[in-house]
């Protein structure tokens, strides 16, 4: 079996989308703070807040879809970065592995490389999903309740947040297993 795992990037696609997204907002902070005079470019500052804030209570449709966009194109981005189907094929082949009906080398290679193309469109979708359900959950009016009585949701519960518990989770979940079986282990000695 293949260590390629569903989500290979972890949630630095989330930080660095969100980085970018937040760009913008920071400029048009900016021009408005530094070019009070400048009617033109504070009229395009105050679009960019109004339009295209992440971080307000119920940010713009726009702002969630380019921030989508972003998490998915980092999803890809970072895994061509980081993780190396040639070098996965090299070690398949050293060990004396193979893949049944691919050949060892490049045809190895390119087969990792369109599974990892798969991977990285489902997970980068799960990502983004993960990375937007707070401020899609903010859309639905029973969720708006409560948000007003809580605050802001997205700063209650990050989507983040959740992939830093599932980690810690399935890290506690890992050593418990691995106690079990050192004990079955000891039984035997």
């Given at each position: ?16 989308a969100m980085a970018f997204v937040s ?25 960019i807040e109004a339009h295209f804030n ?86 639905i009016p029973f969720v708006q309740q ?44």
């Amino acid at each position: 079996m293949l260590p390629i795992p569903l989500n290979p990037v972890g949630m630095v696609p989330i930080i660095f989308a969100m980085a970018f997204v937040s760009f913008p907002q920071l400029l048009a902070k900016l021009i408005t703070q530094f070019q009070p005079g400048n009617g033109k470019l504070v009229a395009v500052a105050n679009w960019i807040e109004a339009h295209f804030n992440i971080y307000a209570q119920n940010p713009g449709v726009l702002a969630v879809a380019v921030y989508v966009l972003f998490i998915v194109l980092f999803t890809f981005f970072y895994a061509m970065i980081t993780f190396s189907p040639d070098r996965i094929a090299d070690n398949v082949q050293k060990r004396g592995g193979f893949i049944p009906g691919i050949r060892p080398g490049k045809a190895t290679a390119k087969y990792i490389n369109g599974i990892l193309m798969h991977l990285c469109f489902w997970g980068g979708l799960g990502l983004a999903f993960v990375g937007i359900y707070t401020y899609v959950l903010q859309w639905i009016p029973f969720v708006q309740q409560i948000a007003e009585v809580v605050g802001s949701l997205p700063m209650v519960v990050t989507g983040s947040g959740v992939i830093i518990i599932v980690g810690v989770v399935q890290e506690i979940i890992n050593k418990v297993q691995g106690d079990l079986v050192m004990q079955k282990y000891e039984a035997y000695e």
